[in-house]
């Protein structure tokens, strides 16, 4: 159990490396191959690892009822969203995952199926990087493959085959991964980290070593860790739902969660399960940087889904701003505390309202594996 916590953890920590990658000046193309399935979408040109993708074309009529197949079995992709208006029917498809899914400079999207509509000349195409944000925006021309070009076979299997950053997790054997998977893990304590901000002295460089030594975490670009950059509520709730094997869910819709994006299922679903809360205002908030308190709440009630043991409790006493803590985290900040995932800062405040750096949550994800998730 603390193996398959311990995975899911580490693919939340992977979204929340919000540094962009390297995009070329020119904006990559895209190429389809026909057949009785539907249209079969790949893009090339691609540089730097891509984790998400959308396509909008726009069908002239009626096209009611499309279906998208993505490419590669490790791929999140919810239903073609359709809209009619004006005579004509915009459709988008939408693929996300945890690995890159391109291939080099090859991604295969996957299969596109109009019911016997043809494909417009052009669309609009985004490209995600690692943290989810949009790399590429622009016009794209769909053209036929031809005999020798790519189609973005290359690309397949994505999400198994794209190339990893430094310290990810390997992904070209994982039709084996439940299996044979190695169960012994690395002492971490003796790992040497290739990141110049995480050096020993600092107090976050153990739970590094553990994360990486783990696969939990890699690096945001180069030799950086990036210690102190945040994550957002929606890339949380994200990983959390697809790590459930991404369940239908129909919780409440909130106002500032556009649908057409990663987040807008996920969100759905944790607040039908009860994980997340919106804010007073109605609002869910999901680009906002996560605070340490709405963290503790989001594990404190995943672990009592999982049917963990939540019944301890730590004293919030000799933190000299306890009184700040909301409400509803008051529990859920007591469990921390009293499980050591939560020890507090430096000068003696448990911040409850303080972004969740990436070194929190190194720290956290490290003690939640060691004292929750137990064996």
């Known amino acids: 159990m603390r193996k398959?916590?311990?995975?899911?953890?580490?693919?939340?920590?992977?979204?929340?490396?919000?540094?962009?990658?390297?995009?070329?000046?020119?904006a990559p193309s895209v190429t389809y191959r026909s057949g009785g399935g539907g249209a079969s979408l790949s893009v090339s040109g691609v540089n730097g690892g891509v984790y998400g993708a959308q396509l909008t074309v726009t069908i002239p009529g009626s096209c009611p009822n499309p279906s998208f197949t993505p490419a590669g079995k490790e791929v999140y992709s919810p239903s073609c969203t359709v809209v009619e208006s004006g005579g004509s029917t915009e459709i988008t498809i939408y693929l996300t995952s945890d690995t890159p899914m391109n291939s080099g400079s090859a991604l295969s999207l996957g299969t596109l199926n109009l019911g016997g509509a043809s494909l417009p000349a052009s669309g609009e195409l985004k490209l995600l990087d690692r943290g989810l944000n949009v790399s590429i925006d622009a016009t794209v021309t769909l053209r036929p493959a031809s005999s020798g070009g790519s189609s973005g076979s290359s690309g397949g299997s994505s999400g198994s085959n794209g190339s990893r950053p430094s310290g990810g997790k390997d992904d070209k054997d994982d039709k084996d991964d439940t299996g044979s998977k190695p169960e012994e893990k690395p002492d971490y304590t003796d790992v040497v980290l290739p990141f110049s901000d995480a050096n020993r002295g600092d107090w976050y460089y153990t739970?590094?070593?553990?994360?990486?030594?783990?696969?939990?975490?890699?690096?945001?670009?180069?030799?950086?860790?990036?210690?102190?950059?945040?994550?957002?509520?929606?890339?949380?709730?994200?990983?959390?739902?697809?790590?459930?094997?991404?369940?239908?869910?129909?919780?409440?819709?909130?106002?500032?969660?556009?649908?057409?994006?990663?987040?807008?299922?996920?969100?759905?679903?944790?607040?039908?399960?009860?994980?997340?809360?919106?804010?007073?205002?109605?609002?869910?908030?999901?680009?906002?940087?996560?605070?340490?308190?709405?963290?503790?709440?989001?594990?404190?009630?995943?672990?009592?889904?999982?049917?963990?043991?939540?019944?301890?409790?730590?004293?919030?006493?000799?933190?000299?701003?306890?009184?700040?803590?909301?409400?509803?985290?008051?529990?859920?900040?007591?469990?921390?505390?009293?499980?050591?995932?939560?020890?507090?800062m430096d000068d003696g405040t448990i911040s409850p309202t303080g972004r969740a750096t990436r070194a929190q949550v190194a720290t956290i994800l490290m003690r939640f594996c060691e004292n929750v998730a137990k064996d």
């Not at 580490?10 to 000046?25: F, K, Q, R, Y």
């Not at 308190?293 to 006493?317: F, N």
């Open 4 to 26: 398959i916590l311990c995975t899911l953890l580490s693919i939340l920590t992977l979204l929340s490396c919000a540094a962009p990658a390297a995009w070329g000046a020119s």
């Open 207 to 344: 739970a590094v070593q553990f994360v990486y030594a783990n696969r939990m975490m890699s690096g945001t670009a180069g030799d950086s860790f990036s210690p102190n950059t945040p994550t957002t509520r929606g890339m949380i709730v994200t990983i959390l739902h697809r790590l459930e094997g991404s369940p239908a869910g129909g919780g409440k819709i909130f106002p500032d969660v556009n649908q057409s994006l990663y987040y807008a299922a996920p969100i759905a679903w944790a607040s039908a399960q009860g994980l997340v809360n919106g804010y007073d205002n109605g609002s869910f908030g999901p680009e906002d940087a996560i605070t340490r308190q709405q963290l503790a709440a989001i594990l404190y009630r995943y672990a009592e889904s999982k049917g963990y043991d939540t019944s301890a409790r730590g004293s919030l006493d000799g933190f000299r701003d306890a009184a700040t803590v909301n409400a509803y985290a008051v529990e859920p900040i007591r469990w921390a505390v009293g499980t050591g995932l939560i020890s507090g």
